[in-house]
């Protein structure tokens, strides 16, 4: 993801064009795992709030129907992320945030660098974090999910070293290498297992995972119209604290 100066935010253009990459290497034979990763200082900071703000400001009833299709296609890239055949890496430098960090919780393995950090600070505008508490309480359980969402807490990578989210977490410069040696050693395995494994712990071990990430992304569409979340975002683009009814 590469769109630096915008922290990675994920508009419909980027939603799109990750949509592809993968589609891509799904073809691509010799492409034994996958590494995803951030340009510049932050992995992803979430959803584009200013495509949010332009889509609360049309008419109620075309609003609506635009909140529900940006956040579909956002739970179908995550969806095609958990489906995709071959072992993804999310290497997180900087932060991942909101969406941003569902997307690296979609991915099989998580790396961070020491300076990452992890956060789902919706509530602190007036919206949900559907799919993503999914996902948190998917790989973490349902403590970490609630601490996460409800207070927003940052948590660094030295704390998500201990709480077992990730390995030992690596200088910035190092942490390609990182993730390369956990692709290489998926690679390591013969394609037919690893693709099984994953289906395994995707699709069987996260049986319900799917239709509690469908269920998040219909309450994050539905918080996305209310006065608070228009609030929250209007506060958040403007530079000021948020001053809810």
Request: hydrophobic share 45%; with cysteine; aromatic share 4%.
């Given at each position: 993801?590469?769109?630096?100066?915008?922290?990675?935010?994920?508009?419909?253009?980027?939603?799109?064009?990750?949509?592809?990459?993968?589609?891509?290497?799904?073809?691509?034979?010799?492409?034994?795992?996958?590494?995803?990763?951030?340009?510049?200082?932050?992995?992803?900071?979430?959803?584009?709030?200013?495509?949010?703000?332009?889509?609360?400001?049309?008419?109620?009833?075309?609003?609506?129907?635009?909140?529900?299709?940006?956040?579909?296609?956002?739970?179908?890239?995550?969806?095609?992320?958990?489906?995709?055949?071959?072992?993804?890496?999310?290497?997180?430098?900087?932060?991942?945030?909101?969406?941003?960090?569902?997307?690296?919780?979609?991915?099989?393995?998580?790396?961070?660098?020491?300076?990452?950090?992890?956060?789902?600070?919706?509530?602190?505008?007036?919206?949900?974090?559907?799919?993503?508490?999914?996902?948190?309480?998917?790989?973490?359980?349902?403590?970490?999910?609630?601490?996460?969402?409800?207070?927003?807490?940052?948590?660094?990578?030295?704390?998500?070293?201990?709480?077992?989210?990730?390995?030992?977490?690596?200088?910035?410069?190092?942490?390609?290498?990182?993730?390369?040696?956990?692709?290489?050693?998926?690679?390591?395995?013969?394609?037919?297992?690893?693709?099984?494994?994953?289906?395994?712990?995707?699709?069987?071990?996260?049986?319900?995972?799917?239709?509690?990430?469908a269920a998040g992304t219909a309450y994050s569409a539905a918080a996305c119209s209310t006065e608070s979340a228009k609030e929250g975002v209007a506060a958040f683009l403007e530079k000021r604290a948020p001053e809810w009814r």
């Open positions: 993801m590469d769109h630096p100066s915008r922290h990675n935010t994920l508009s419909p253009t980027l939603i799109e064009d990750l949509r592809t990459a993968f589609s891509d290497l799904h073809q691509e034979k010799k492409v034994r795992a996958v590494i995803l990763t951030g340009g510049g200082e932050h992995f992803s900071s979430g959803i584009d709030l200013s495509v949010l703000s332009a889509i609360s400001a049309m008419a109620v009833d075309e609003s609506q129907g635009e909140l529900f299709k940006l956040w579909q296609h956002y739970a179908e890239l995550l969806e095609q992320i958990l489906r995709f055949p071959k072992p993804v890496i999310a290497a997180v430098d900087g932060a991942a945030i909101g969406a941003g960090l569902g997307i690296a919780l979609a991915a099989d393995l998580l790396v961070l660098s020491q300076r990452g950090t992890l956060s789902a600070e919706a509530t602190r505008r007036g919206l949900v974090s559907g799919a993503t508490g999914a996902l948190i309480s998917f790989r973490f359980g349902a403590a970490t999910a609630a601490r996460m969402l409800l207070t927003g807490q940052v948590i660094d990578a030295e704390e998500a070293y201990r709480l077992g989210m990730c390995p030992k977490p690596v200088p910035s410069a190092q942490i390609w290498v990182a993730a390369s040696e956990l692709a290489s050693a998926c690679a390591k395995a013969p394609r037919e297992a690893v693709q099984a494994t994953k289906r395994l712990l995707n699709e069987c071990v996260g049986e319900l995972l799917l239709s509690q990430i």
